[in-house]
């Protein structure tokens, strides 16, 4: 086999990721806090990401953010708007914040699934009886 013939992932996002301006074709779900649908969610959006070759901006091990790179910019919004389309107009109200990266919108969506899911799990204790 030449080196032609090999398959190899590519080292970055390739060209076909300007291409999706309907995220909900590939995302089926929106993540919503009352449909309890985080871990489907998170699955779904994590493999569309690795198969897009961006899933470093979701896991924070994209380096490129410190040296002011265009691309990566570019990149990183494309993902942040992959989220937001994926999200419920409650969620995507309570983690909006100015100038935040893909990365940091996925652990404000984690830390508010986490402490939603907190309170729960004490409301359930309380009616315990």
């Not at 942040?80 to 389309?85: C, F, N, V």
């Not at 995507?92 to 983690?95: E, K, N, S, T």
């Given at each position: 086999?030449?080196?032609?013939?090999t398959c190899t992932p590519p080292s970055g996002p390739s060209d076909k990721i300007y291409?999706?301006?309907?995220?909900?074709?590939?995302v089926r779900l929106l993540l919503d806090l009352d449909c309890l649908n985080y871990d489907s969610w998170k699955e779904l959006f994590k493999t569309h990401c690795v198969g897009y070759s961006v899933f470093a901006h979701l896991d924070g091990s994209s380096t490129s953010k410190s040296?002011?790179?265009p691309l990566w910019k570019i990149v990183?919004?494309?993902v942040?708007?992959?989220?937001?389309?994926t999200l419920s107009q409650s969620i995507?109200?309570?983690?909006l914040t100015p100038d935040a990266t893909a990365v940091e919108v996925c652990k404000a969506i984690e830390d508010l699934f986490h402490e939603n899911k907190a309170l729960e799990l004490d409301d359930e204790l309380r009616n315990l009886v």
């Open positions: 086999m030449s080196d032609t013939d291409d999706i301006t309907n995220i909900k074709s590939y040296s002011n790179d990183d919004n494309i942040k708007q992959w989220l937001s389309g995507l109200q309570a983690i």
